[in-house]
């Protein structure tokens, strides 16, 4: 013969089967296993919340680091550009 958890508990303890602790305990383990699972999500969240910020971050970090790149290449190419026409101009550039 089975017995279900309720009577299980009732039997175990020496309860009543009129008894509501069975009801209180089953309700509290409930309650309680609502909480963790609700705490352990949160938990998650939390850390992919985490992740996704700091990989966003890395991202803005990697952008303005491209830009800054660009700008440095344009700022020497035209140098680059200034000194051949001086070089040009003093003859040390001859173009064909």
């Known amino acids: ?3 279900n958890f309720w ?5 175990r303890y020496g309860w ?3 008894s509501e602790m069975p009801d209180t305990y089953i309700s509290r383990a409930g309650m309680q296993s609502k909480e963790l699972d609700e705490k352990f999500s ?3 969240m939390e850390n992919l919340q985490k992740k996704l ?4 971050q890395e991202r ?8 800054d790149y660009e700008k440095i290449k344009e700022e020497i190419w035209e140098q680059v550009k200034d000194r051949m026409k001086d070089m040009m101009k ?3 550039i001859i173009m064909k």
């Open 60 to 67: 803005l970090i990697e952008n303005e680091r491209a830009q």
């Open 42 to 44: 949160s938990t998650q």
């Open 7 to 11: 009577e299980g508990l009732g039997y």
């Open 16 to 18: 009543r089967f009129s």
């Open 1 to 3: 013969m089975i017995i």
């Open 90 to 92: 003093r003859g040390e």
């Open 53 to 56: 910020e700091k990989q966003e």
